[in-house]
Nanobody, 124 residues
Framework: QVQLVESGGGLVQAGGSLRLSCAASGRTFSNYAMGWFRQAPGKEREFVAV????????AYADSVKGRFTISRDNAKNTVYLQMNSLKPEDTAVYYC?????????????????WGQGTQVTVSS
C-alpha cells in the first residue's frame, strides 16, 4: 500500500485560506486516484474532493464546490487541497486517501490507504 502524510492544517479565521498537502511514498503515485475526506467531532467522515490519476476527472462535495480546489503533482508524489473562503463549519480533521483504481469514487470504503489526518480549525 501507499503511505500518506498530510500537512498544512492549522487555525485560520473565517474567510481565510489554507493549502493542505499529502505526500505519498511506497508505491507508484500516478497509479492512484487521490481523495480528501474530513471528519468533525461527533460526525461521520465525509467526502470532500477526489482527483483521478491523470487529473482528467475531479469531483467535489457540494458543500465545498467553488471554494476548494484539488490538484496533484505526480512528479512530486503529492496531492493538494486549496481551501478558500473557509467557514467555521469546515472545521475538521482532514484526511488524504488513495484508491488503486482508474475510476474515481466518493465513498470512504472505496479507498484503501489513508493518512493520519491534519486538523483544520476555522474561527468565526
Amino acid at each position: 500500500q501507499v503511505q500518506l502524510v498530510e500537512s498544512g492544517g492549522g487555525l485560520v479565521q473565517a474567510g481565510g485560506s489554507l493549502r493542505l498537502s499529502c505526500a505519498a511514498s511506497g508505491r507508484t503515485f500516478s497509479n492512484y486516484a487521490m481523495g480528501w475526506f474530513r471528519q468533525a467531532p461527533g460526525k461521520e467522515r465525509e467526502f470532500v474532493a477526489v482527483i483521478s490519476r491523470s487529473e482528467s476527472n475531479i469531483a467535489y462535495a457540494d458543500s465545498v464546490k467553488g471554494r476548494f480546489t484539488i490538484s496533484r503533482d505526480n512528479a512530486k508524489n503529492t496531492v493538494y487541497l486549496q481551501m478558500n473562503s473557509l467557514k467555521p463549519e469546515d472545521t475538521a480533521v482532514y484526511y488524504c486517501a488513495a484508491r488503486y483504481r482508474p475510476v474515481i469514487a466518493t465513498t470512504a470504503a472505496d479507498f484503501g490507504s489513508w493518512g493520519q489526518g491534519t486538523q483544520v480549525t476555522v474561527s468565526s
